[in-house]
């Protein structure tokens, strides 16, 4: 492996922002991130993180990201929320993707947690294929629902 997997540091978030902006552009959305790097070092780094990261890194450099952190589902109890899986277009295909999604998997699996969840656009069907192939359950059934900042302002403005 060319690679290695651990726990990003605060020094690492400049490269984390630069793939969730690359994630973005793939996504179709090259204006949709709104965080900063100061944001992610503020929250992933405080006495209370939201959120840890695994980095994939190759010579001295990032090449890929785990983002995830803890949720709780009425069913099933502690669970991981996978947030983005990221490799850098020209490092795909060396095995980074698969060595970060296994080390959350890990981590939730030495951490007791019931379940890891995350969302994959209905287009990327290279994914979709990979999470299948791991033995993840793929719902097509069930849609995404979000309240962006705006919409929330006007709601409760409104009620």
């Known amino acids: 492996m060319s690679f290695s997997i651990r ?6 978030m400049q490269s984390v922002h630069a793939l969730i902006t690359e994630l973005a552009v793939f996504e179709k959305e090259p204006d949709a991130v709104e965080i900063t790097v100061a944001d992610l070092v503020r929250d992933g780094f405080s006495e209370s ?12 450099n990032i ?3 785990a983002l995830f952190y803890e949720r709780f589902s009425t069913w099933k109890g502690r669970t991981i929320h996978l947030e983005d899986l990221i490799v850098t277009q020209s490092k795909q295909k060396i095995g980074a993707g698969k060595a970060l999604y296994t080390a959350v998997l890990k981590y939730a699996l030495d951490n007791n947690y019931n379940r890891v969840a995350w969302e994959v656009i209905d287009w990327n069907t290279n994914a979709i294929d990979f999470y299948k192939s791991t033995g993840a359950t793929y719902l097509n059934d069930w849609s995404v629902v979000q309240m962006n900042k705006e919409n929330l302002t006007k709601f ?3 009620n």
Do not use: C, R
Request: a negative charge; glycine letters at 4%; proline letters at 8%.
């Open 49 to 60: 993180p939201k959120f840890k990261v695994f980095v994939a890194e190759q010579t001295s």
């Open 63 to 65: 090449i890929g990201i």
């Open 7 to 12: 726990l990003a540091t605060p020094e690492d």
């Open 156 to 158: 409760i403005e409104n």
